[in-house]
DNA sequence: ACTTAACCGAGACGGTACGTCGCGTCTTTTT
DNA sequence: AAAAAGACGCGACGTACCGTCTCGGTTAAGT
């Protein structure tokens, strides 16, 4: 996360508060409604209380520090511990509601995808690295599902992942992360894609 | 539509193929990647072919060129002919997944949902204006689908219209609105929402 | 003098009040002590009165704002009448006196002389337009002296005139220029330079 | 000269030859065309080769930096042996034109010159230092040139130390410092001065 | 036909924000 | 304790863009 090794042989050090108060600024401020491309590092120093300088020396350009700014809220991913499919799919979701539920970083998030064209390189990345593991951890274990007979085999998996995640992907865009119960809404996905909402569909028993 | 009424005691007309010429340049701009704050009405006369003056003289802020800018996306409403609810549904959603693959009215809605906090205003409008009556038919729909007993009745009807609708509104917000088949894919979406991925929920027999 | 002839098709007008206001404040600058690669746009603007734009917008440069500000101060060159040598020196000397004592004329000029090395092509110029002319009519008077039979042949008519002007050269450069009496100074100056300062150097008569 | 005593209790020594290095380094920017207001610490450290700390350590202001540099080019003074007026008159005029002649020395005084407005400190340093002796004794050689019967003593003597040192010093303002023979030129200065330029003023005798 | 009034393009204008640069100070490591 | 390296806050600079204002030229309605 380091932004430039150098060589260290002398001078003063840089503040390493000062590195952490611009990352914040640059959530406040896209949290506050600032749009990637319109958000100044003049503003995000002022936000910051830094000088200009001490930002501009940190980072070149805007894209360097919007990705400095994605690997914070990068959060560990969740691991399901494989006891059964509807519980998985369960943790997946909730693990990706409470990103959701966090205001900050949704924006940040919103912001990047509406702004993707404008930096291709930050979206790329943010691909790479957030989206595509997350959602190979659900494929896996749609799979598995299917495996276990727990899943109509006869049906596309990434349909399946796509009903599943957005709804919360759709609420993240939409900027409407309030009062949302990670838990609680998890799990009412989950159940109603996995049990259908036609009434002669009957709700698989759960334990 | 038109934005002053004016003494038409005399003097030039104005240029017709001005207007849709300046709402245009608005739309191809957005969904080239700008965002509405950071779309000038300087950029907009440049693309437009024609003089600032031009722009200015015809709306006075970025807010009300906006606002007719979104008068022009929004298509006419489906009406669902009541057959049944599964069909009903698809239809609502192929309406849906069709204003969806117009990628400029795509890009126009999700920037507006990315800068809401910047335009309340305009949010405001397009949510009373585009979202409520289409959510409200949905509502309708899911209404009546329980009376008939199509639809399971202790079921949240609003989860079952965010299932319905997300997956959509997500692809809206990420961009990727190509290839985006909407007769097959709301009929897709409507099935597994109906019907469930479990295994051991059986399809309902269709038509 | 004027800075770009531009295609006069449209738009308005420059305001020719900021011209001459923006060249009376880089004299007033100037005289109070500025330098010339000191002096910036930005300071000049302010104490024009108008923005930093109306001068980026007629001057690209420090460089070519200066040489129309060395325009204005190129007064029109005196023409002796060819009376005599001495009173034709003197109607030369009195037209430097004169410039010389013009505060604001002065000090520019001060200011280019000690920086010629930074503004070579006004340096230059000044030399060609201003130095040249003045110093060829010199020459001029002094070879008819010789001819006359006023000025003894022997000597270096160049000498003759550096130690004409350099008592005036001299002020300017050190700023000397108050209370200089144009006329009576010159007057002084060709006096003693004709006649000479030893005992022995009986002063011709004069009229 | 040495700025500061300091207490030498113990620690590195100060290093000797730094204080020359920025000595030079300041005559050889001014040289190079530096104003004495546009010379910053920062490019006169980076020309001596040394750090920005080890100039602010000795000198806090530019002021007192320059006053140092002036002290290292004030040669000592001439002293006339007091032959003959026309003799110690050369003397002063050869010492005043070898300062001439050096080329750093020159630039340095004319850059105080073109800025005496805003480094008065400087300037009257400058004067009471180094001008005013120097004219105290031209002045002096007058007085006895007058006593001797050698100057007509009807003259203002002001004007005539004016026009004897004006020559060099408008050399010096204009930069134009090369090829200058100070003995040479010194003596044709005190000749031409002294016995006039008009040919009814025959030249006095000379040895 | 002539006046009138609005439109249109072009461009000057004041204001504001940006990213850069340089300054003088402060801090850390090395000598 | 001096020296070198470099981070830091501050301020000025030149640029770019914005929204307004002001031109000459054009077009259509009303006398």
Chains 1, 2, 3, 4 share one sequence.
């Not at 150098?6 to 590195?19: C, E, F, L, T, W």
């Not at 799979?143 to 599943?164: K, Q, T």
């Not at 409407?176 to 119960?181: M, N, Q, Y």
């Amino acid at each position: 996360m380091e932004t430039q090794p150098r060589d260290r042989r002398g001078g003063r050090q840089r503040d390493p508060a000062a590195d952490s108060a611009i990352i914040d600024a640059v959530l406040d401020l896209v949290a506050a409604g600032a749009t990637l491309t319109g958000l100044s590092l003049v503003a995000i120093a002022k936000q910051a209380g830094v000088s200009r300088n001490s930002v501009y020396r940190r980072w070149k350009t805007k894209d360097e520090l919007y990705l400095d700014v994605l690997e914070t809220i990068n959060a560990p991913r969740s691991s399901p511990a494989g006891a059964g499919t509807r519980d998985d799919l369960a943790v997946l979701l909730r693990t990706l509601a409470e990103r959701v539920a966090d205001t900050r970083a949704s924006a940040m998030l919103r912001a990047l995808n509406a702004e993707a064209a404008t930096f291709p390189r930050l979206h790329g990345r943010y691909f790479e690295e957030i989206v595509a593991p997350r959602r190979e951890a659900m494929d896996s274990v749609l799979r598995r599902g299917v495996e276990r007979g727990e899943i109509r085999p006869e049906l596309d998996p990434g349909l399946i992942s796509e009903l599943l995640v957005s709804p919360l992907l759709a609420r993240m865009a939409s900027g409407a992360t309030d009062r949302l119960d990670p838990e609680r809404t998890a799990r009412q996905i989950v159940d109603l894609v996995l049990d259908g909402a036609a009434a002669g569909a009957a709700p698989s028993p759960r334990p």
